[in-house]
């Protein structure tokens, strides 16, 4: 096995660092309309949002159907105002739906990459700690037979 010389602990630290800080800021550095339309995506894709959509539209359909018809403002069976309404909503989250996924997108491919790179530090760690382990394990050797050759050579002079 061929030895390849141990990287320092302080680059090996240094190496993790700067990639943290990489990731940090790539993560951290968003404008306030991108934390606007990644608030928007996360809020509008959860079961909160849906609930407050289909309650919206059970309740405007039903009164719209069944209220007395002096008090209805959308007449059936055109719904012109909630169809109105509707498409409004989907018109302007759709957008920023979009927008916030890219940008979540991209601070997941910032995500792997970064654990890429810490995974290829950590082999490089790895290596390193074995290294260290191998020369130690020689150097044990060493003692061990040093240790061996001395009890030896007392014991065949307590025999003479």
């Known amino acids: 096995m061929s030895q390849k010389i141990p990287l320092k602990l302080e680059e090996l630290k240094s190496r993790r660092e700067a990639y943290m800080k990489t990731f940090k800021g790539d993560t951290e550095n968003v404008s306030t309309l991108d934390k606007l339309a990644i608030w928007i995506t996360n809020k509008v894709g959860s079961m909160g949002f849906f609930v407050i959509i289909f309650l919206w539209t059970a309740l405007w359909l039903t009164w719209n159907i069944f209220a007395p018809i002096n008090v209805r403002f959308d007449p059936y069976p055109a719904f012109v105002l909630w169809l109105f309404i509707s498409n409004m ?45 191998e ?16 009890t030896i050579q007392t014991d065949s002079k307590a025999k003479d």
Request: net charge negative; proline share 2%; charged share 20%.
């Open 89 to 133: 909503i989907q018109l302007f989250l759709m957008p920023m739906i979009m927008i916030g996924q890219n940008l979540q997108s991209h601070h997941a491919d910032i995500r792997a990459e970064t654990d890429l790179k810490i995974n290829e530090l950590s082999e490089i760690e790895n290596e390193t700690i074995l290294i260290h382990l």
């Open 135 to 150: 020369n130690q394990n020689e150097i044990i050797l060493q003692i061990l037979k040093n240790i061996e050759s001395r």
